[in-house]
């Protein structure tokens, strides 16, 4: 077995000196020390992930990252290296991994659109990957976090989508993202059966600080065209209708679903339902950059698949969480980083690890 001894705080070591208010309170760790506990979070450079290992740190817990970069960023989590309680593994989830932990939540994943570029290893983290960390939680007798996707079901015939509905996946299809999440979730059901404590979750569009530049979505991409004064492109008429819940929102449901009751396993839909049409988001979005960019239509491509629009009435009723922060409010933040981004372009642009 091969076991991932090597790291911890190697960023450290790089002698950075990134001074940084971010983490809300080291000082939440004059937390109990009883109450204070060890957590993994696979994926932890990510997006969403280096959002979450913040949290937590300021939460007062102990937090350990393990991330393979293959599209997390180490600026990502350069502020966190300020903290006692953040170590780092360079290490890929599809290895077996030991470490002492209470709780463990896998977010490693290559995202959107990068998934395509390897498949077999795409399925390999969420198959292997999965595997490896639920071993993890049942020898440690950790609770486990389960990022999942409502593309699960791939292209829905049911709007909204409850967590109830089954899919309509393509078994042979180009998309090893979806038959591996949807594998992943099978797992944790298995595991369930000897009592390992675990946790699912379905994320809808997510969207805020630190996605990446390039990652093709379509609020990434509408603000960096505006921000650099190019047209933004609408696939479609721009009639067709979206929703967009913001990272802040997304973290405090994780945290809610993760310390529930035994009992309530998931899989939770977290997302923002409020729905806005392309041409909207675009329209807020250049008047809130104050570009000059126009917006051009361009046909839809074949295939094309619809956003489902998640049905979050579980979590607002088992959870009692709801997404708070306004579509605007949430852009103006992510306008702010994305500005800030693109002022030093030349050396953070290029900075994928
Ligand atoms: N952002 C969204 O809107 C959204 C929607 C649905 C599901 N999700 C899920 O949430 C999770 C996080 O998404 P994100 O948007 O932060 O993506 P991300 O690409 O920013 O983060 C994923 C992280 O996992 C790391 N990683 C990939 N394969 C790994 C491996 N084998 N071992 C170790 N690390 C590995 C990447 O380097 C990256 O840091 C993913 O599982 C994704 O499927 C996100």
Request: charged residues 25%; aromatic residues 8%.
């Amino acid at each position: 077995m091969v076991l991932m001894e090597v790291v911890v705080n190697f960023l450290r070591n790089t002698g950075d000196n990134h001074s940084s208010g971010e983490i809300r309170s080291e000082q939440n760790a004059h937390r109990r020390q009883e109450d204070r506990k060890r957590i993994l979070v696979a994926g932890g450079a990510g997006f969403l992930g280096s959002h979450l290992c913040e949290r937590l740190l300021g939460a007062g817990h102990q937090v350990i990252c393990i991330d393979n970069f293959s599209t997390g960023l180490r600026r990502n989590i350069e502020h966190l290296k300020r903290s006692n309680a953040f170590s780092v593994i360079a290490g890929d989830i599809a290895e077996p991994i030991d470490l002492d932990v209470d709780e463990i939540y896998n977010l490693a994943y290559s995202a959107s659109p990068h998934y395509q570029a390897d498949p077999i290893h795409t399925t390999k983290t969420c198959v292997i990957g999965s595997l490896n960390l639920l071993e993890l939680a049942a020898r440690r007798r950790a609770r486990i976090f389960q990022a999942s996707t409502p593309e699960a079901p791939r292209e829905p015939n049911v709007q909204p989508q409850a967590e109830s509905y089954w899919g309509n996946v393509n078994p042979f299809g180009t998309h090893s993202y979806d038959r591996g999440k949807r594998c992943a979730e099978a797992m944790f059901f298995d595991f369930r059966k000897t009592q390992v404590g675990i946790k699912i979750i379905r994320i809808f569009n997510t969207y805020g600080p630190r996605m990446r530049v390039d990652d093709g979505r379509i609020i990434s991409n509408f603000i960096v065209q505006a921000l650099k004064g190019e047209n933004i492109t609408i696939y479609g008429n721009g009639s067709r209708t979206r929703s967009f819940c913001f990272i802040d929102d997304l973290i405090d449901g994780f945290v809610r679903v993760m310390a529930s009751s035994p009992s309530m396993t998931g899989p939770f839909n977290l997302g923002n339902p409020e729905e806005f049409t392309i041409d909207e988001l675009a329209e807020q979005v250049v008047q809130l950059t104050g570009s000059r960019s126009k917006i051009i239509h361009r046909p839809l491509p074949i295939n094309h698949p619809r956003q489902p629009r998640p049905d979050i009435s579980l979590a607002m009723r088992e959870l009692d969480w709801r997404p708070k922060v306004n579509l605007s409010a949430g852009l103006a933040r992510t306008i702010r980083y994305f500005d800030g981004l693109l002022a030093g372009a030349d050396q953070t642009l290029t900075e994928v690890v």
